[in-house]
């Protein structure tokens, strides 16, 4: 995704490689957390879930060196690209994979490849250069055709859901997505307008959309709620976050050896088995016991699920939180980046509970992190439990 959708970033001295912005201007958010937390080792595979213009890729690049590779996914092609050039273009580059695809069949791909993965990232925002350029539909703030397709190759775009689906699904629409008091008359306000002309631009959508729901001066734009509802249907976001979950849950099963949860479905695209049974590989089996995986979510549709599914491997004894609480923004980097204010980062560790010191350990370390009270370069590394 997101990351990213994502909107991000990290505020401190501009001189630390891991706050500047890239060469694009996109800031990855919350990278010293997701190094800290996720720890990357020279060798690792890791997983970055949404590549977007390549800033948590390179950060992990450098950590994991040339002995380790690197799966990126993104739904973007040209930042897929993006990102996999500047990988490759580092003086010691590990082993890239690059995938255009939802990062859902992640975890086939790895197990087609023979790997397993030590770090998985998944930052559910868009990136700077989707939300920045008009032509792409999903802000507002500059007019531009109603597409907010993350993949613009494929699939509907908002204009085609605004002029398609019934008054109902529109309002369910902007309800269930979008969390919209007003989405009933919302809906209804665009289907009045769609009878007498197309709604092809986001301009024209706002403004309709402005007129139904109507807020006090100086609150949020009373078009935004619908604008994110309809991007998270026009890109099926939670339907494939719930999917990457799914794939989490099973992983965690085969890297633990545990007995198998045949309550949640096959993760998307993975489907069971890669090979028969004899070559022994299930896309089911793609993470290595003792992985760490990190979620950045930006509002509580997609914080809600990753915190019910780290909390319930967490009560199996099938992981253990990295932090108690999900990790947000210093105010030095909110200043900075704006959109990274509501960035909130969940960390699980695949492993059996561990000694109450190390757990201890990791939580301080985050919690100094957040406090800004000891420096990122100065924190040694997490101590790891298991192999991998």
């Given at each position: 995704m997101r990351s990213t959708r994502r909107q991000h970033q990290h505020g401190e001295d501009s001189s630390d490689p891991r706050t500047a912005p890239d060469r694009t201007g996109h800031t990855p958010v919350l990278l010293a957390e997701v190094l800290t937390l996720l720890d990357p080792h020279a060798g690792d595979t890791a997983l970055d879930c949404t590549a977007g213009r390549g800033g948590h890729a390179e950060a992990l690049a450098q950590r994991i060196g040339p002995t380790g590779t690197l799966v990126l996914f993104d739904l973007d092609p040209a930042n897929l690209d993006h990102a996999a050039a500047r990988i490759r273009a580092l003086p010691a580059p590990p082993r890239v994979i690059a995938r255009h695809a939802p990062f859902d069949l992640a975890p086939r791909t790895l197990a087609e490849h023979g790997l397993k993965a030590n770090i998985v990232l998944a930052d559910l925002g868009f990136a700077s250069t989707h939300v920045d350029d008009p032509s792409r539909g999903f802000s507002f703030k500059r007019d531009g055709p109603l597409d907010m397709r993350l993949d613009p190759t494929s699939g509907q775009t908002a204009a085609d859901l605004i002029a398609n689906l019934d008054e109902d699904e529109l309002a369910v629409i902007f309800r269930e997505y979008g969390e919209e008091r007003h989405a009933r008359r919302a809906a209804q306000f665009v289907a009045q307008e769609r009878r007498s002309q197309p709604i092809t631009t986001t301009a024209h959508l706002a403004q309709i959309l402005r007129r139904a729901v109507g807020g006090p001066p100086g609150g949020i734009d009373p078009a935004t709620r619908c604008f994110q509802a309809l991007r998270i249907?026009?890109?099926?976001?939670?339907?494939?976050?719930?999917?990457?979950?799914?794939?989490?849950?099973?992983?965690?099963?085969?890297?633990?050896?545990?007995?198998?949860?045949?309550?949640?479905?096959?993760?998307?695209?993975?489907?069971?088995?890669?090979?028969?049974?004899?070559?022994?590989?299930?896309?089911?089996?793609?993470?290595?016991?003792?992985?760490?995986?990190?979620?950045?979510?930006?509002?509580?549709?997609?914080?809600?699920?990753?915190?019910?599914?780290?909390?319930?491997?967490?009560?199996?004894?099938?992981?253990?939180?990295?932090?108690?609480?999900?990790?947000?923004?210093?105010?030095?980097?909110?200043?900075?980046?704006?959109?990274?204010?509501?960035?909130?980062?969940?960390?699980?560790?695949?492993?059996?509970?561990?000694?109450?010191?190390?757990?201890?350990?990791?939580?301080?370390?985050?919690?100094?992190?957040?406090?800004?009270?000891?420096?990122?370069?100065?924190?040694?590394?997490?101590?790891?439990?298991?192999?991998?």
């Open positions: 249907a026009v890109n099926d976001e939670l339907g494939h976050l719930e999917r990457l979950l799914t794939a989490v849950r099973h992983g965690v099963t085969r890297a633990l050896n545990l007995a198998p949860d045949n309550s949640s479905p096959a993760p998307s695209g993975g489907g069971g088995r890669v090979r028969e049974a004899g070559g022994g590989t299930s896309a089911f089996d793609w993470l290595a016991p003792g992985a760490r995986i990190g979620i950045i979510s930006f509002h509580s549709l997609e914080d809600r699920p990753v915190k019910q599914a780290f909390a319930a491997l967490a009560d199996q004894g099938a992981g253990i939180l990295l932090s108690r609480k999900p990790v947000t923004a210093t105010e030095a980097e909110s200043a900075a980046n704006p959109r990274s204010r509501s960035a909130k980062l969940r960390t699980l560790q695949v492993a059996p509970p561990a000694p109450k010191e190390t757990v201890g350990w990791k939580r301080r370390a985050a919690r100094e992190l957040r406090r800004g009270t000891v420096p990122n370069d100065q924190l040694p590394g997490i101590p790891r439990e298991g192999p991998g």
